[in-house]
């Protein structure tokens, strides 16, 4: 048996090795690239899948925008139509203020289960508001504002003395609260001048008057 050549054995080992490498190093860029391939469409499915959300996001802000600006388009319009019920129509004052007084739960703050019902206020203001086509809450602040109303004229009449006689048309549909602010005060002058503006000299010679009185 003819044996190899040493020199021959160190080529073809040498080209082997070369060999095995070319394979090694092929199969390691195949690899990357398949690494590289699957990462390429992991982000670009996480890329597309941020979009969707951001796009879902943004579209139902956008809808929560356009509800809120119709319901506050509404609410404003509503509240346009229930000042210009309440400011411009005396008859339509004299009756809110008459369903209002039908209705002590919401103003006599003497009744046991004043505290307690307002469940039952809610229900009355709904059904009131009803009448004017406009939500209960509303309704409620009109009848704050008449009933704040007379409250400043309840006081300019004791500070005048009760010859007085109020101009406001409304103050005598109104007097049926005089009883419920006295005893809400609980004869706190003060409080009551301070928060309708009354001018120092003024009650001054109220508390004046009233010791005067006393005396």
């Not at 509800?67 to 809110?96: G, I, M, P």
């Not at 307002?118 to 004017?132: D, H």
Request: charged share 30%; no cysteine; proline share 2%.
């Amino acid at each position: 048996r003819q044996q190899i050549p040493i020199s021959l054995q160190r080529q073809q080992k040498q080209r082997q090795q070369a060999k095995t490498q070319h394979q090694q190093s092929h199969t390691k860029r195949y690899r990357q690239q398949q690494l590289k391939t699957k990462t390429s469409k992991f982000m670009n499915k996480k890329y597309r899948l941020e979009q969707e959300r951001q796009f879902a996001e943004a579209e139902q802000l956008q809808q929560q925008q356009q509800q809120l600006y119709a319901s506050s388009k509404e609410n404003f319009l509503l509240t346009l139509d229930l000042l210009a019920v309440v400011r411009r129509n005396a008859s339509d004052k004299l009756r809110l203020i008459q369903m209002v007084h039908d209705n002590p739960i919401l103003w006599d703050s003497r009744l046991p289960n004043f505290k307690g019902a307002e469940e039952e206020k809610n229900r009355a203001w709904e059904m009131i508001g009803k009448e004017f086509n406009a939500p209960g809450r509303r309704v409620a602040r009109a009848f704050k504002s008449l009933r704040e109303s007379y409250r400043r004229e309840l006081a300019h009449v004791k500070l005048m003395g009760n010859g007085f006689k109020p101009k406001w048309s409304l103050y005598e549909a109104m007097d049926f609260l005089r009883d419920v602010i006295r005893e809400r005060k609980g004869g706190s002058h003060a409080a009551e001048h301070a928060a309708i503006g009354l001018n120092l000299s003024a009650f001054t010679q109220h508390l004046t008057n009233n010791n005067n009185n006393n005396s």
